[in-house]
């Protein structure tokens, strides 16, 4: 049976991580911190002397360093106590306290056609992986190839190819047992609706596969191999199994690299992810083709405390920036934030390293701003700041920003920094602030890594040594 997320959420809620695997292992004492909800013991699942098996609380997760097992109580259970899924949630919430909903006709039906779709979309992926590999995919390998892609990394993405032809994946999954209704609701065919005879939605395209957070394959994005194609890159549709505003693309491969590395780096598409992951950044993610959504962000924030986001050096690329502190900003929470990071212009991820390297990436990932900083150089940038009036405008124009923060602690936070930066700059310059922007205009932004126009040690009230974007 499959369990309303919210269910599971409570149970997990009520039984700390430490709880359930608490029952199987010893925690060691010198290394496990019970004030923080951080445990270390001998991992279960593989003989070792020294502990390399973590677990916290606060994210509900376990990963030995060891034998690379990680996942959440469910999981633990499950592979523990040699239990299946619905027979580990029954039990944790009998431990917990929560009833689980009864099961019905139409659950049943549910989950039946959702586990069928899923064998349906491995069978998709197997096909493009075969495409991939055949005489048809040929110029798809010259692609990658290309793009400095070695055979390891292409096998570790699965990545593959969609033929041209408008029927090939029809007739493959037909010819498999599946039928083209069940193809238009795994999102593979473009249906009657949107076109006449149901056909391939893919074609002439390398495949990135999508899976969510259990390993489970929901999606594809496809990269058109023909320049004349309207999109560039094309998603699966919204289907029973793909909401992409939920999920990032390479997740639950980033998940256990993002807590060794202490930081999560998130940027804007599929041939970043790889290749940064590549280049040893395999903490790396992607929003898929969106805006940066509440349910990636809360995703990016169970891997790491303060996530990177990395956007391309262009004003697509800030504008990016500024949606997702308007959408974070009133998630916000003590010690949970982000940070930016950005390139040079007209570089992206993969032109970096491919150009200059692990350590050019590095030193832009070290250097990332926080978001405090990021929001003040957006607004101050943009103000007039000549007149008492004009400079109420600034200053009513950031207190509504921060305005939007629930969190009381942050908020208070926000508002006696942004007023000391505010005072600073009255102080420094209290009618030449209009001067300063003139300066700033002149200000190269190539040489500094698209830096919001008033960065640097000219800009008042700026944190540091910059008031804006970083690189």
């Not at 944790?92 to 139409?106: D, I, K, N, Y």
């Not at 790491?304 to 500024?322: N, S, Y």
């Not at 004009?390 to 908020?411: C, F, G, S, T, Y």
């Not at 420094?428 to 890594?449: I, T, V």
Request: net charge positive; charged share 25%; hydrophobic share 40%.
């Amino acid at each position: 049976m499959r369990y309303p997320p919210r269910i599971l959420d409570e149970i997990r809620a009520r039984l700390p991580i430490n709880q359930v695997v608490g029952r199987h292992v010893t925690w060691d004492r010198r290394k496990s911190q019970p004030a923080k909800g951080d445990w270390w013991a001998c991992c279960p699942f593989h003989s070792e002397k020294t502990p390399s098996f973590h677990a916290e609380d606060r994210k509900g997760r376990y990963y030995c360093f060891g034998c690379q097992a990680s996942g959440d109580i469910f999981k633990f259970v499950c592979e523990m106590e040699g239990l299946g899924f619905a027979e580990a949630v029954a039990e944790l919430a009998r431990e917990a306290g929560v009833t689980l909903p009864r099961p019905s006709t139409r659950a049943a039906q549910h989950e039946a056609e959702r586990e069928r779709l899923l064998r349906l979309m491995e069978t998709a992926a197997d096909y493009y992986r075969a495409q991939l590999a055949s005489a048809a995919g040929a110029e798809a390998r010259r692609y990658l190839e290309g793009r400095g892609l070695s055979s390891e990394t292409i096998a570790r993405f699965e990545l593959g190819y969609a033929p041209g032809e408008r029927g090939a994946l029809k007739a493959h999954l037909r010819d498999a047992g599946f039928s083209p209704d069940e193809m238009v609701r795994a999102g593979m065919l473009v249906g009657e609706a949107e076109g006449g005879v149901p056909y391939d939605r893919f074609r002439n395209r390398i495949m990135f596969p999508i899976r969510d957070g259990a390993g489970a394959l929901i999606g594809f994005g496809g990269r058109a191999l023909d320049p004349a194609q309207p999109a560039k890159y094309l998603n699966s549709p919204e289907t029973v199994l793909f909401h992409k505003r939920e999920v990032l693309y390479n997740a639950r491969a980033a998940r256990a690299a993002a807590f060794e590395a202490g930081t999560v780096i998130a940027v804007e598409g599929y041939m970043d992810v790889i290749a940064l992951t590549q280049a040893g950044f395999p903490q790396t993610v992607a929003p898929l083709g969106t805006a940066l959504t509440e349910g990636q962000l809360a995703l990016l924030w169970r891997m790491a405390d303060e996530p990177v986001l990395c956007f391309d050096g262009d004003e697509a690329g800030r504008r990016a920036a500024l949606r997702a502190i308007e959408t974070a900003l009133p998630l916000l929470e003590a010690g949970r934030s982000l940070r930016f990071a950005f390139l040079a212009q007209g570089l992206d991820p993969d032109d970096l390293v491919r150009q200059e390297g692990h350590q050019a990436l590095a030193a832009v990932i070290a250097g990332a701003r926080p978001m405090a900083d990021v929001l003040w150089g957006h607004e101050w940038e943009s103000a007039d700041c000549s007149t008492p009036e004009r400079r109420a405008a600034l200053e009513k124009r950031l207190m509504a920003r921060i305005d939007q923060i629930r969190d009381p602690h942050v908020r208070r936070q926000y508002q006696r920094d942004f007023r000391e930066r505010l005072w600073q700059a009255w102080r420094a310059r209290p009618a030449a602030a209009s001067g300063a922007r003139a300066r700033a205009r002149g200000f190269n932004r190539e040489q500094a890594g698209a830096r919001w126009s008033k960065a640097g040690a000219g800009t008042p009230g700026g944190a540091g040594s910059s008031g804006g974007f970083g690189s």
